[in-house]
């Protein structure tokens, strides 16, 4: 489906929620090093419990090297500072989604070298920003829904409740 890239994540509970998100949704997941906890790590583990197993997880030492192994794919990089709204674009199967590390977000170089490819998520007031794998999960789902939950369980595949 989508890929997930985040770049340098420093909390081992967030990067096992989204681990858990791309398992449920079909997205791979992309580490961007240096990472703030080790991969063994008891709360990355909790937290991705059981699906950790079920995603496929790449490795790099740097981001230029995620760009040079797919110099043709598409890069949307998910900022506070972005001009658009995540909504407002159109995502394709195979996209990269590109999520900065939680104190500091995306470094300020990359995103104005590809300012027309950084995406927003709206928020009122003052608000820094949202939880990492809050925004993983918005903008996830958001291009799941453009794609219409293409290859996702249909209403009669699913167990309803009955109310009577």
């Known amino acids: ?32 090093r240096p990472l703030g906890f ?13 699906y950790w197993s079920d995603v496929k997880i790449y490795y790099y030492d740097g981001i230029g090297e995620l760009f040079e192994k797919f110099p043709l794919s598409r890069f949307f990089l998910y900022t506070t500072k972005g001009l658009k709204r995540y909504s407002d674009q ?3 199967k195979g996209d990269f989604l590109v999520f900065g590390k939680e104190t500091k977000g995306l ?4 995103l104005k070298e590809r ?11 003052e608000t820094r920003s949202l939880n990492l794998s809050n925004s ?29």
Do not use: S
Request: hydrophobic letters at 40%; glycine letters at 8%; a negative charge.
């Open 90 to 92: 159109k995502l394709e």
């Open 38 to 50: 080790e991969v063994t790590d008891k709360y990355l583990k909790r937290a991705g419990l059981d």
């Open 1 to 32: 489906m989508f890929n997930i890239v985040l770049v340098e994540p420093e909390i081992p509970q967030n990067t096992g929620n989204i681990a858990r998100t791309c398992a449920a949704t079909g997205c791979a997941l992309h580490l961007v």
């Open 115 to 125: 300012k027309e490819n950084c995406l927003r998520i709206p928020m009122v007031g």
């Open 136 to 164: 993983v999960a918005i903008a996830v789902y958001e291009g799941l829904r453009q794609q219409d939950f293409e290859g996702f369980k249909t209403e009669g595949q699913l167990h309803r409740l009955k109310w009577d």
């Open 107 to 110: 470094p300020e170089e990359l």
